[in-house]
């Protein structure tokens, strides 16, 4: 094996592959990245049973002299990589190294044993294409609303609803359920599914596909263990968790008496304002009356804080109160100038959605519309 690799694209797939990698691999085998070298082509590759990674680089990024293969200790050779020169790496096995050259530098790894890595699974039947961009902007919407208790596996994952064009993503730790309805491309225009995908996993493979790629999901659709995602040279797989999963749809639904609209970038920082003399627990309350809402908290005797910013206001006066990083988090899901918040009562889940961008006189009157992101938290009691 013996090729001449680009030091950037070679840095950005060893890290892509690398991610995969188990800190305690159950098998020593399982801590290496598989380097496979064929014609015009460079393969990089993790497995740990659950999640795998590859990357690809083929044309002007790579010259191949010499195929072959070769299992190396991953997390060394990403540490290697990333601090290499900025110079054309060449890589050869030679006896029993594989061996980096770049610039004056050179390191010897010991390889291990490639014969005993298993081999990458394969990843469902083509489901359909979306756009990378989309895609990573939806996972990073709902992702911060999923669990972190893996004794619940159901809730550490996204929830992917698959009904022909229409793919709809959900999150829940049971305090509040971030959702986001999205179109696609599908292989097949009457294709239905309905899985739960870890959310870490697909959170850190939507973040690291290259921008402006289109991703292909791979998905059958019955009996799914497996979902492949790849884009831009990249691919994984990952096992999917148990498909049960809360009715969440119906949820996000309600007859609301209370409907406020308020800018989103100058409510930000005033929730980050006020909540820094809360402590652990203590929730910001926002008052909602005609014209306005007021953003308070209070950490006993020791401090507290008040401020007011302007609202549109439909319905009854309230005030309610929420943790400020459920706050926080539903409104950094929304992309758009102004976001909508319904409630009913200050002890009744409200709903927090994005009010499509329009002309200023059209600010007037809501219509309703969202653009797809939707929020639902239950509110502190106070």
Not at 88 to 113: N, R, Y
Not at 159 to 165: C, H, W, Y
Not at 309 to 323: E, Q, R, T, V, Y
């Amino acid at each position: 094996m013996e090729f001449r690799v680009d030091r950037q694209a070679l840095a950005d797939a060893v890290a892509w592959a690398a991610r995969t990698l188990p800190s305690r691999p159950a098998l020593p085998v399982l801590a290496g990245l598989l380097i496979e070298a064929s014609d015009g082509a460079l393969s990089l590759a993790g497995f740990d049973y659950e999640v795998s990674a590859q990357a690809v680089l083929t044309g002007e990024d790579v010259t191949v002299t010499e195929p072959g293969r070769a299992l190396v200790p991953g997390r060394l050779l990403a540490e290697i990589v990333r601090s290499l020169p900025p110079h054309d790496v060449d890589v050869a096995l030679k006896g029993s190294e594989v061996v980096l050259t770049c610039g004056s530098a050179e390191f010897g790894l010991l390889p291990l044993p490639v014969e005993d890595y298993p081999a990458l699974p394969e990843p469902p039947a083509h489901a359909g294409t979306v756009p990378g961009d989309l895609l990573a902007a939806a996972v990073a919407q709902v992702t911060p609303a999923a669990g972190r208790d893996d004794t619940l596996p159901m809730l550490t994952g996204v929830r992917l609803d698959i009904d022909g064009a229409t793919m709809r993503m959900a999150c829940t730790d049971r305090y509040r359920i971030a959702a986001r309805e999205l179109t696609w491309t599908p292989a097949d225009p009457a294709f239905t599914a309905g899985v739960v995908v870890p959310a870490r996993t697909l959170a850190d493979t939507a973040k690291a596909i290259k921008p402006g790629a289109e991703v292909t999901l791979d998905l059958s659709g019955s009996g799914d263990v497996l979902i492949g995602v790849s884009g831009g040279g990249r691919s994984m797989t990952t096992r999917l968790l148990d498909d049960q999963f809360i009715d969440y749809r119906s949820r996000l639904t309600g007859t609301w008496t209370t409907t406020a609209r308020v800018r989103v970038a100058p409510f930000i920082e005033a929730i980050k304002r006020v909540a820094l003399v809360t402590e652990r627990n203590t929730p910001v309350r926002l008052a909602f009356t005609p014209g306005e809402v007021r953003v308070r908290a209070a950490s006993g005797d020791n401090a507290r804080a008040n401020e007011s910013l302007p609202a549109l206001l439909d319905g009854d006066d309230i005030d309610i109160a929420f943790s400020p990083q459920y706050l926080l988090d539903g409104l950094a899901g929304v992309d758009t100038e102004f976001a909508r918040l319904q409630c009913t009562a200050p002890t009744k889940a409200a709903l927090l959605s994005a009010v499509p961008d329009k002309t200023d006189d059209d600010h007037a009157t809501d219509t309703g519309e969202d653009t797809g992101f939707r929020y639902l938290a239950m509110p502190v009691r106070i």
